[in-house]
């Protein structure tokens, strides 16, 4: 699967929804036994999710939203494929959170690109299943602090981190993608599933029962004035930077 959604690659509700669908397309494909996720945006794997999505719109808005991102990582994390990411360019908080859902990152050795969960430099909190789908893959130590910090790794610190498997050259990344999909593919499905399942089950668990209470949370989080401004003067640096 490769994202193309110019500029940025900003997880739009309406990217959300198509990334879901066609993650459920190919789970139900029998044909299908693994995927490569890359960009096909330069320099930019995804940058997360779309701010104007949760900046001035109504409550029923943000609970769609924030459905819709609960959706893509619940069938992101519990698929039964073997999941590759070839992290081809910066990942930050959502798009960091896609990488950290696969089974295995690989990404390109440009110390420009970074991949993080910046949320605290936005003034937000990253969600609980976030913070567990990122100590599953660094453990609780580096995740406090990366977490506390919000911290955006250039990739050489994020492969010592542990953050992504391994780093090759860019014109390499899908090569290598494939070499390790193959090596994955390898195993029998059933024990590799069950396996991953018996990994994965408590995180997606926790979120599946907790699904309606956690989309509340983020509706009465969001719509605070304060995190409004926050976001707003997040955007506005953006754009500053450009100019
Ligand atoms: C108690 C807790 C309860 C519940 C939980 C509650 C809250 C938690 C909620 C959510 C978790 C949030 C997760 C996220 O993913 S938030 C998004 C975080 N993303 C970022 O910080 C990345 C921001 N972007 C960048 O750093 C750069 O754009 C990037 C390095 C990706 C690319 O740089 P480049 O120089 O190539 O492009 P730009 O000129 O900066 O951008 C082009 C264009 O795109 C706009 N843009 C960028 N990122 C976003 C985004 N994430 N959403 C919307 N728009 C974005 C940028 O403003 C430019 O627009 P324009 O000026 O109009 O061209």
Redesign the pocket.
């Known amino acids: 699967m490769k994202f193309k959604s110019p500029?940025?690659n900003?997880?739009s509700l309406e990217f959300l929804t198509e990334f879901s669908i066609g993650l459920e397309k190919l789970e139900n494909n029998r044909a299908c036994r693994g995927v490569i996720i890359t960009s096909a945006v330069p320099?930019?794997f995804s940058?997360?999710?779309?701010?104007?999505e949760?900046c001035g719109k109504s409550v029923e808005h943000y609970g769609e939203f924030w459905r819709a991102v609960q959706e893509m990582w619940l069938r992101l994390y519990g698929s039964n494929m073997v999941t590759v990411a070839a992290v081809n360019g910066?990942s930050?908080?959502?798009?960091c959170?896609i990488a950290l859902s696969c089974d295995y990152r690989i990404m390109a050795e440009n110390p420009k690109f970074s991949i993080g969960l910046?949320?605290a430099?936005?003034g937000?909190?990253?969600?609980f299943w976030?913070k567990d789908t990122f100590v599953n893959v660094v453990g609780h130590r580096i995740a406090e602090r990366s977490l506390q910090l919000g911290s955006l790794h250039p990739a050489p610190e994020a492969q010592r981190l542990g953050l992504v498997d391994e780093l090759v050259p860019e014109e390499k990344l899908m090569e290598k993608a494939a070499a390790v999909m193959a090596q994955w593919l390898a195993l029998p499905d059933h024990a590799r599933q069950l396996t991953k399942t018996m990994m994965r089950k408590a995180v997606l668990d926790r979120l599946v029962a907790h699904r309606e209470e956690?989309i509340k949370?983020?509706i009465t989080?969001?719509s605070k004035e304060s995190i409004q401004k926050s976001l707003r003067m997040?955007?506005e640096m953006?754009?500053k930077?450009?100019s």
């Open positions: 500029p940025v900003s997880l320099k930019i940058s997360g999710l779309d701010i104007t949760m910066s930050p908080a959502g798009g959170l910046n949320e430099q936005l937000i909190v990253a969600p976030f956690d949370n983020f989080f969001v997040y955007m953006l754009k930077r450009k």
